[in-house]
């Protein structure tokens, strides 16, 4: 039981990352298809500089901004150039896989070491609990904190409050003297640069080596993630674990010997994304309440 | 700086030039990141884009290599237009190859050029019922097609997995992940000596062609335009969204599927781990560079070709990798999108004093 709840609370991380940023990102009004490809291009960019300077702090920047060069572009596009959303982010993805593949040509069966644990003597080691709660890389407790901080902006601060009035209603935003523009573009970079950490997390901690498309469509069922979430980061946070925990259960069935075939296990995640989505989506009351009204309409200043 | 101006009506113009101004960016951009990378960018360039056409088997070969793309893409065409996102035709793909390949497997004895057709049949009908589940879960519960058709793709490509690795390996294969040769009865004929040069050819012609006339010409056409278009106003006018989901995703899924019964057909004669179904995802490249046409489709596919045998050619002669490729069909698309801005909107730029 311990080490599978530690194992959770490590592969919810990087879904935490991606999806809390897309969450941002929706909010504001801009859908980003393109998080697949944000997310290989923080792991191979956090890969490439953790291998050469040795330092995480760095790699987790680099990716972070990886990520958020690619969301600009995105932005570019979608944002400035009015580009339809879905096939932008569709460019995004298609491009950052074989950009990853391309940059990451040289660090495939590379090794890194894994990154320091927080370490507490007599706590993180002490106690069950302790262990549990304690004693991961420092970027698990980053992302819940995150997740805390993303909450508390969008509900109770007075950018998040503008922010969401530009995602459900651009024009009356922009009526009252909102730069509509502005916050859907910083909005855009928050989630790609979130998406970037997201991925230096796969590359840097959860295996600590590059492959590629090593992010496995887990940029895609975070965008999932958001919908189940009906765009509510406290749910966002209890999605992501529970995904964790299918995406886990998965390797320990296949240790357990169920006999059934590996690949079948394999696609647990992906089937009950499917599901997920079905129950959620089913009740359009409860996605109406939440969903942004303008999500993926480009909106352009009459006057 | 530079403003944005409406149009009073979309440019027909620029709809037909974006195209080829994103295929010369895309050349410029390409050009530079060969000279990033350290290569002499004219050389690399002439064996990724003129090297392709030298001969007359290397120009079967790009034909060869656009029938999947024209498929898919032009099936594609259509969907997009009826504002229906099928992201999963690399799943589509993969399930036509399974639901033919597994027919073919069946009757190791089989003889005679009918059995084609059912052949080619299950195939669509493999990828019918790959798209049909994301059609199923959109209009009855409302469930987005993007994300599932794209989760169904990882499924399909874990199916695929475990039967070539599983019960339909073959006995004879080392150990290889592979299943037996299909009889020679579901082999494609080739339509070209010395070439491979398939019946492919007919099946993808066949699709670009009626999908256009059926776009252009039909009743339903219209309506899958209406409904892509003014969903509201096709409600007035009696045109069903649902059914037009369910038409655009079994359309599409059907083309998938009989593009990827085609391709083993055509080029593997079994079933391996790689049955190209990356096809899926570049014919969504096809169908925006044909302007979301179903005949541009098929110049597409072209296009796309040429970057297929280009980058395999690099990486014999120039040793580059294999993800250039990815990344120059990534740039057109962005490059594409972006000269798309000029067929709603004109630059212009702003006076002094100018609000």
Known sequence: MEPFVISVMIAATPFLFAAMGELVAERSGVLNLGLEGMMLMGAVTAFGVAFTTGSTVLAVAAGALAGAAMALLFAVLAISLMANQAATGLALTIFGVGASGLIGQGFIGQPLPPPVKLAIPGLSDGTMAGRILLGHDALVYLALAMAVAVAWFLARSRAGLALRAVGDSADSAHALGLNVTATRYAATLFGGAMAGVGGAYLSLAYTPMWGENMTAGRGWIALALVVFATWRPGRLVAGAYLFAAITQAQFYGQGAGLGVPQQVLAMAPYLATIVALVIISRDRALTRANAPACLGRPFRADR | ?355
């Open chain 2, 1 to 355: 700086m530079i403003l944005l101006e409406p149009r009073p009506a979309p440019s027909r113009l620029f709809s037909l030039a974006s195209p080829l101004i994103a295929i010369a960016l895309t050349l410029m951009a390409s050009a530079a990141l060969m000279a990033a990378m350290g290569r002499d960018p004219l050389a690399a360039l002439s064996v990724y884009f003129v090297s392709p056409f030298q001969d007359a088997y290397g120009r079967a070969e790009l034909v060869v290599k656009a029938i999947p793309l024209a498929l898919i893409g032009a099936g594609l065409a259509v969907c997009f237009r009826a504002n229906v996102w099928n992201i999963g035709a690399a799943g589509q793909f993969t399930l036509g190859a399974l639901a033919a390949g597994g027919l073919a497997l069946a009757l190791p004895n089989a003889a005679g050029p009918l059995w084609l057709v059912p052949y080619l049949l299950a195939g669509c009908l493999g990828g019918m019922v790959w798209a049909a589940i994301p059609a199923l879960l959109r209009t009855r519960f409302n469930a987005n097609e993007i994300l599932v058709s794209l989760m169904l793709t990882y499924v399909a490509g874990l199916l695929l997995d475990l039967l070539v690795r599983g019960p339909w390996r073959s006995p004879l294969s080392f150990g290889f992940p592979q299943t037996r040769d299909f009889a020679d009865a579901f082999a494609l004929p080739v339509l070209v000596a010395g070439t491979r040069l398939h019946l492919g050819l007919v099946l993808a012609v066949l699709a670009c062609v009626g999908l256009w006339l059926m776009m252009t010409r039909t009743l339903k056409g219209f309506e899958v335009r209406v409904v892509g278009a003014a969903p509201r106003a096709a409600g007035f006018a009696g045109f069903s969204e649902a059914r037009t989901v369910w038409f655009a995703m079994l359309l599409s899924g059907g083309l998938a599927g009989l593009a990827g019964a085609v391709e083993v057909s055509a080029t593997i004669g079994k079933i391996q781990p790689d049955i190209g179904a990356g096809y899926g995802f570049t014919a969504i490249i096809v169908a925006f560079l044909g302007r979301l046409n179903p005949l541009g489709a098929a110049l597409g596919a072209l296009v796309l070709a040429v970057s297929y045998i280009g980058g395999e050619n690099a990486q014999i002669l120039l040793k580059l990798p294999k993800n250039v490729t990815g990344v120059f069909q990534g740039m057109l698309l962005f490059f594409l999108l972006a000269c798309d801005t000029l067929i709603r909107w004109r630059l212009r730029l702003r006076r002094a004093g100018e609000a």
